[in-house]
């Protein structure tokens, strides 16, 4: 048994926390939207071919805000092709995925899946292939309430309100030479202003993400920040961040701290963004949007194979990562540290939703099942809106391949308007259990809750259709409270939830 030591007061203050940090991913990609939320010939079909099954799992996570239509997919993408009647839209190839794209579902139906799941939707536009005009128009379509070309179109096929979306992401990882469209940073950032600019003068009440680096692993890292927010900065909200985690290698405790590098990402997006700030002398604060983040490597050859025997195909089912245990404690790691810069990231989309990199997976014809990954991200999104608190972690250390120092707790703390308080928590040690004495200064009386705890013996093990409970929460062993002073016991790897009262 080892010991670590939290130490937290409610008036230390990290920052309020945004509820559209529990965004997801929806793509027109692989079985996400064809066989994932729409499937017209299921029993579990609604009136508008929607699965009702698949929409109760999304409703569990409580997803606030889900980024659409892509991805990558949205470089090559037509938004007009995707609106009137249905049996007029065309088909297209799609060249990000190999696929084709029937355009069954739009954006009218897409708006009418997240009104019902009770999601915002992040729109995508495409500076890939396309331009200023065309992100100007579809602005006008979505948003303008009636009189002009596009608001009328929009009217005409059958919505009178406005769509009334907020948020838009201005392309998608532009600097990738796999995108559709790519661009320099300087040739990004003009064409990013000018849309911003005039998607702004269409409706000034909307918001606008440019696109920071695919990763930041790429080489231009850093300077793509740099050199695109010098053209864009004053008309832009927030800068995009995605980040994909592996362990190809089966090294787990070294798969557990990515983390590390999760935290200064965000921390030198920041950093950027504010001296772009000061190099203007600018009063305007540009936030982080980190509008891509999972664990995704487990279905990389199964794609390679059915690229090889079914390209263009509809609907392929690529991208269906089977997510482990040790998967969904990396996951429960990195909502930590998205909550602990709260004050920054506004806005994260876990990638994705369904069937593609997913927390719910579906048959087509068949089941759903919540993967691994599900749980963590559920238990955030219930527990984790508040405001997010300044948390003293003193924990015991290892080192492994890419880092040293890495605390085997790996914990935050928010508080939530009714006053409770919930602690985060995952265990990253393979072996060893741990005695968690939490100081909750401050808080006046509490009382424990709640001590949920997700844990398997192998960190390898997945939910199936046959098996969807094999990796679930559990009820932890819990612990004492006495003069706002806990002491909880925190399984060995495993993650935690504990909530006081
Ligand atoms: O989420 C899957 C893909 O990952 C997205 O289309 C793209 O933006 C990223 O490379």
């Known amino acids: ?193 000018e849309a911003s600019k005039m998607m702004k003068w269409v409706d000034p009440t909307i918001e606008t993400v440019a696109c920071g680096s695919s990763s930041s692993e790429m080489p231009t890292f850093g300077s793509w920040e740099m050199e695109m927010l010098d053209e864009c900065y004053e008309n832009v909200d927030y800068v995009s961040l995605h980040r994909y985690y592996a362990n190809p290698t089966g090294d ?75 998967d969904a404690l990396l996951v429960g790691s990195m909502l930590i540290t998205l909550l602990k810069n709260a004050d920054r990231v506004k806005i994260a989309c876990l990638a994705q939703l369904v069937n593609v990199i997913a927390p719910i997976m579906t048959r087509n014809g068949g089941g759903v099942w919540a993967q691994t990954i599900f749980y963590p991200f559920m238990h955030a999104s219930k527990y984790g809106r508040g405001t997010s608190l300044k948390t003293l972690v003193e924990s015991p250390t290892y080192s492994c391949t890419d880092y040293d120092n890495v605390p085997y707790i790996d914990s935050t703390v928010t508080v939530a308007e009714d006053g409770s308080v919930t602690v985060f928590c995952v265990n990253r040690d393979m072996e060893e259990d741990f005695d968690l004495d939490i100081d909750l200064r401050s808080f006046g009386e509490l009382k424990l809750a709640e001590h949920i705890v997700l844990h398997h013996d192998d960190v390898k093990a997945i939910n199936t259709e046959e098996n969807p409970d094999n990796v679930a929460p559990t009820a932890g062993p819990g612990g004492v409270i006495e003069n706002n002073k806990a002491k909880i016991k925190i399984p060995a790897l495993s993650w935690n939830v504990i909530r006081f009262e």
């Open 252 to 326: 787990t405790p070294g798969f557990l701290a990515r983390t590390m590098d999760m935290d200064d990402f965000i921390k030198s997006v920041a950093a950027i963004c504010d001296a772009v700030k000061g190099k203007k002398h600018s009063k305007h604060t540009v936030n982080l949007s980190f509008d891509e983040w999972n664990v995704w490597y487990h279905s990389s050859e199964q794609d390679k194979e059915i690229w090889k025997q079914d390209k263009w195909n509809r609907a392929l089912p690529l991208l269906e990562d089977i997510y482990n245990f040790e």
């Open 1 to 193: 048994m080892k010991n670590a030591k939290i130490v937290v007061d409610k008036d230390f203050i990290v920052g309020e926390v945004d509820k559209r940090l529990f965004g997801s991913f929806i793509e027109h990609l692989g079985r996400a939207v064809y066989g994932g939320i729409y499937e017209p010939t299921h029993p579990e079909a609604d009136e508008l071919g929607f699965r009702k099954d698949v929409m109760e799992f999304v409703k569990k996570l409580d997803v606030p805000m889900v980024r659409y239509p892509g991805g990558n997919f949205v470089s090559g993408f037509n938004w007009e092709d995707s609106v009137g009647p249905r049996e007029e839209r065309p088909k297209r190839l799609d060249l990000a995925w190999f696929t084709t794209e029937t355009n069954e579902v739009g954006l009218h139906e897409f708006a009418d899946w997240a009104e019902k799941s009770g999601s915002d939707i992040m729109y995508a536009i495409n500076l890939g292939s396309r331009g200023p005009e065309s992100a100007r128009d579809v602005v006008e379509y979505a948003n303008h309430p009636s009189g002009s070309k596009f608001s009328d179109m929009r009217i005409a096929n059958g919505r009178k309100e406005p769509f009334g979306i907020k948020l838009w992401c201005l392309g998608n990882e532009m600097d990738g030479p796999w995108q559709m469209g790519q661009k320099t940073a300087k040739e990004y950032g003009r064409i990013a202003n």
